[in-house]
């Protein structure tokens, strides 16, 4: 390639071009800045990483021992619940069935719930028993205390 001719000023500019750039002290500053701001961020990002699994271990710690005592406390439950029900078997093979109630003790009571039925019946028939007919007559001598109120 035979060698070109350039003036000055061309000569100038492909210097320029093929030199390295120049860097400028803000620029030098303003990357050594950005440089240790990403270097505090990791360093914080990994101490809270720390933290939070110690957290984290702490929390499961907790939990473990909780299970346990709920276990142990379950168990005891269990165990007296099943010590109940065995002497509750226990009683109830030692103890005597006691047959069903006396005859007359049944009688009265059979006796007492139908004569409240009849009673109940003859009210809701509108009937008056014999009793009631001395107990209306009773009532009527009263005054009125309060009237448009049901005595």
């Known amino acids: 390639m035979p060698e070109e001719k ?11 071009e093929a030199a390295p750039p120049e ?8 990357r050594e800045n ?3 701001i990403r270097e505090e961020s990791e360093r914080i990002q990994a101490e809270r990483a720390a933290q939070e699994k110690v ?3 702490r929390q499961a710690m ?3 021992l909780a299970r346990r005592e709920s276990d142990a406390i379950r168990a005891k439950i269990f165990m ?3 010590e109940a029900e065995e002497a509750a078997k226990a ?3 030692a103890e005597v069935p006691v047959g069903p109630p006396s005859l007359p003790f049944r009688n009265e009571q059979l006796e007492a719930e139908q004569a409240a039925g009849r009673r109940a019946l003859a009210r809701h028939r509108g009937e008056r028993p014999a009793g009631a007919a001395a107990v209306q007559d009773r009532t009527e001598e ?6 448009g109120f049901k005595t």
Do not use: C, G, N
Not at 23 to 30: K, N, P, W, Y
């Open 6 to 16: 350039f003036d000055a000023q061309e000569q100038r500019h492909r210097a320029l």
């Open 23 to 30: 860097v400028s002290d803000a620029l030098i500053v303003m």
């Open 34 to 36: 950005a440089r240790k």
């Open 55 to 57: 957290q984290r271990d």
């Open 62 to 64: 907790h939990e473990e």
């Open 80 to 82: 007296r619940v099943w």
């Open 91 to 93: 009683r109830a093979q």
């Open 142 to 147: 009263k005054p009125e205390a309060t009237p």
